[in-house]
């Protein structure tokens, strides 16, 4: 594996961010039938967006008529029609350079982020931190639209998770570090989206980055209510993710010894009943649920869990979870 290119074991990531543009090399019209955009006349207003979000959804294709059509509709555009615009241009980067006007795009999305209008300045700051690999500036825009108030903190750290697992080993465990320093708990939530969808991702990653992301996970756990009888869906699913992630950390190589660290901690006298529930319920854990090699430490767990889901015996997203843990 080429260490000097992270990007390239994650381009799964721009395939999911591009998914409706990569979907084919063949670029007509029947396989997207957003290039019907060539023909729009542009509508000032939220008229002008939703039928600009139609082209969108549809697929609009990365080449160079439709790359000229956006850049010349952006020239008049309302700033309402100017945010879906700002989208789809994005889009159009690419590893490829399909629409001959990489150089152009870049110059522009980062013109936008520091657009007056917070809408525009965002998504253009966001295009440009998905971009894979990282482009140049990237940084220096994330931060205009986050002291323009266009992101927030929450929302400028989690997209430099983005930014940093597409970036060169020595930057991109310095980002890392920087967003492990802020206990950001939204950019634990994409580091945990991001490396969970691409196990390989883990394994290749320098060991300053893997030290950042332990850091980071560490000081984020989340949290349940003080009320034991809330356990929400948002709440366990983000708990499973952040255990999972936790474990993959430790082992990235050795699935076993992940889960085994996993359940190590969730075996605490400490451990919030709900946090087991969410291990136990999760896709996850169900082939460690299934493996004899786990049998004991996954009855003792599954024990505290069920005591916790007997007090709620009526609360039907909890039964759908006990479920879930004897599927």
């Not at 080449?63 to 008049?76: G, I, Q, W, Y």
């Not at 700051?125 to 990237?138: E, H, I, K, S, T």
């Not at 320098?206 to 850091?215: C, T, Y």
């Not at 996993?262 to 896709?283: G, M």
Request: charged content about 25%; aromatic content about 8%; cysteine-free.
């Amino acid at each position: 594996m080429d260490f000097a290119d992270p990007a390239s074991v994650l381009k799964r990531v721009e395939e999911q961010n591009r998914r409706s543009l990569n979907r084919s090399q063949d670029f007509s019209d029947q396989n997207y039938p957003g290039n019907a955009i060539r023909s729009y006349i542009p509508i000032p207003g939220a008229a002008g967006a939703n039928e600009l979000a139609k082209f969108s959804s549809q697929g609009v294709a990365p080449t160079a008529e439709n790359a000229k059509k956006v850049l010349d509709l952006m020239r008049s555009a309302s700033d309402s029609e100017l945010v879906i615009l700002t989208l789809m241009l994005a889009r159009f980067h690419n590893r490829d350079n399909s629409t001959t006007k990489n150089e152009e795009i870049l110059a522009k999305l980062k013109k936008l982020a520091r657009h007056p209008d917070h809408r525009v300045a965002r998504s253009a700051a966001r295009g440009l931190a998905r971009m894979a690999p990282v482009v140049p500036g990237v940084e220096e825009a994330l931060a205009a639209a986050r002291d323009s108030g266009a992101l927030s903190p929450d929302s400028y750290e989690a997209e430099r998770v983005w930014v940093a697992l597409t970036s060169p080993p020595k930057d991109q465990a310095r980002i890392l570090r920087e967003i492990a320093a802020t206990k950001n708990k939204y950019a634990t939530q994409v580091a945990a989206f991001v490396l969970l969808g691409h196990p390989d991702a883990v394994k290749v990653l320098q060991p300053e980055s893997i030290s950042a992301l332990k850091d980071m996970v560490i000081h984020t756990e989340p949290t349940f209510s003080k009320n034991t009888s809330e356990a929400g869906l948002w709440d366990l699913f983000n708990y499973s993710d952040w255990i999972q992630l936790y474990g993959r950390l430790e082992y990235p190589d050795n699935w076993s010894a992940s889960q085994h660290k996993i359940i190590e901690r969730l075996n605490s006298p400490t451990t919030d009943p709900r946090a087991i529930v969410a291990y136990l319920s999760s896709t996850a854990a169900r082939r460690a649920r299934r493996d004899p090699a786990f049998a004991d430490e996954i009855a003792l767990l599954t024990n505290k869990a069920t005591v916790y889901l007997d007090q709620f015996p009526h609360d039907p997203y909890l039964v759908g979870r006990r479920e879930a843990i004897f599927d």
